[in-house]
């Protein structure tokens, strides 16, 4: 049983500056965790108290029932890979890999069993005789990996480790990392700034801002119900289109978009939300604008819009685009045919999948 317990976890720097607000979280046994915001929201700052290298200034944290508040990093069974690969240049892969076993005063055999059997599930058996600099940067941190897989600990932490890879060695570093967890069986806890690594890797998502925990939930729940339009724009990638504006009912809920003639009907379960006109926020993301009518969707409704800029990526494109109101937008659409640039365009909303957000509170309604 490896899980982790944070209650009321705070850090305080200088008597003053509170970079971790009060962090509840629990971590399942075997579960996959990512803590994921925008740099110096706290996130690696609450992966440093659960390792033990950040003194925590209130709050208790617990690893498999035991409170670790003051017991040393070395002794928590914890094993931490970083965003530096920090391995040892004079050593080779073998001695990167063996290096934490010796000073546990491992026996040889041993160390050859577990060095054997981390180069294997990774792949680098065939380096463990060359030195770090003979290695790619994806091969270094495999060794980074293996490094800690050979501990054998209770619980794997990750700080932004795939931060320094280019783009293609990301994604497959993703997918080595998610394949290690199915195939370790082991509670791993992931931090990250990179939304897109956040929702194909963790199995549930803590989503901070300031210090302060915004969300926790399943990648798919975060996606779809977000709890607040922080969360909303920063999940999804292009980020959520925001309008602001009022909601009223004439017969029926309308939204009107301010200074704007953008108007949309509010769905009959969404109007209910709301008692009165009701200044709001409307949120709607890229890929429920539509530039063409699509079949099988019957919750669609058209509005005008300017065409600005159409950015093809391959298999779809983004069409940037404005209302009047002096804030452009974007749409996420099929590659197959895309609308004139600088021309006006009728575009369509899928009605059933908007978001409403309070001006004020930013709360989703």
């Given at each position: ?9 705070t ?21 996959f ?101 003979a ?8 060794v ?16 932004e ?10 994604v ?29 890797m963790g ?89 063409f ?35 452009h ?37």
């Amino acid at each position: 049983m490896a899980e982790v317990k944070l209650e009321h976890v705070t850090k305080v720097y200088d008597g003053k500056v509170t970079a971790v607000h009060e962090v509840d979280a629990t971590i399942r046994d075997k579960e996959f965790v990512v803590l994921v915001g925008p740099s110096g929201c706290g996130k690696s700052t609450v992966l440093r108290m659960i390792a033990g290298l950040e003194e925590i200034s209130s709050g208790t944290v617990s690893i498999d029932g035991r409170v670790v508040n003051d017991v040393a990093p070395k002794d928590r069974d914890i094993a931490m890979v970083f965003q530096n690969y920090a391995l040892y240049p004079h050593m080779s892969v073998y001695d990167n890999l063996a290096f934490g076993l010796k000073l546990r005063k491992y026996d040889k055999a041993e160390i050859e069993r577990r060095v054997q059997h981390a180069a294997g599930i990774l792949g680098i058996s065939s380096y463990l005789d060359r030195k770090p600099k003979a290695l790619s940067g994806g091969q270094r941190q495999r060794v980074a990996l293996g490094r800690a897989i050979v501990r054998q600990p209770k619980v794997f932490l990750f700080d932004e480790p795939l931060s320094n890879l280019d783009a293609n060695l990301r994604v497959q570093m993703r997918t080595e990392i998610s394949r290690l967890h199915h195939q370790l069986q082991t509670t791993m806890i992931y931090v990250t700034h990179d939304q897109i690594e956040a929702m194909s890797m963790g199995d549930r998502i803590v989503v901070m801002r300031d210090g302060i925990v915004q969300q926790v939930d399943t990648p798919l729940s975060i996606y779809h119900h977000p709890t607040n339009r922080f969360v909303a724009g920063f999940i999804g990638s292009p980020t959520m289109n925001f309008f602001s504006g009022a909601v009223s009912k004439n017969g029926t809920w309308t939204f009107h978009q301010e200074g704007t003639a953008f108007t949309l009907p509010v769905e009959a379960g969404d109007g209910n939300k709301f008692t009165a006109t009701a200044n709001v926020t409307l949120g709607i993301r890229p890929e429920h604008i539509y530039a063409f009518r699509p079949s099988g969707i019957t919750t669609l409704s058209p509005f005008a819009a300017q065409v600005d800029v159409i950015e093809p990526v391959g298999n779809e494109i983004f069409v940037y685009f404005s209302t009047g109101a002096g804030t452009h937008y974007v749409a996420r659409i099929a590659s197959d045919r895309s609308p004139e640039v600088g021309k006006p365009h009728e575009l369509l909303v899928d009605t059933s999948k908007m978001h409403f957000f309070d001006t004020g509170t930013e709360k989703s309604l």
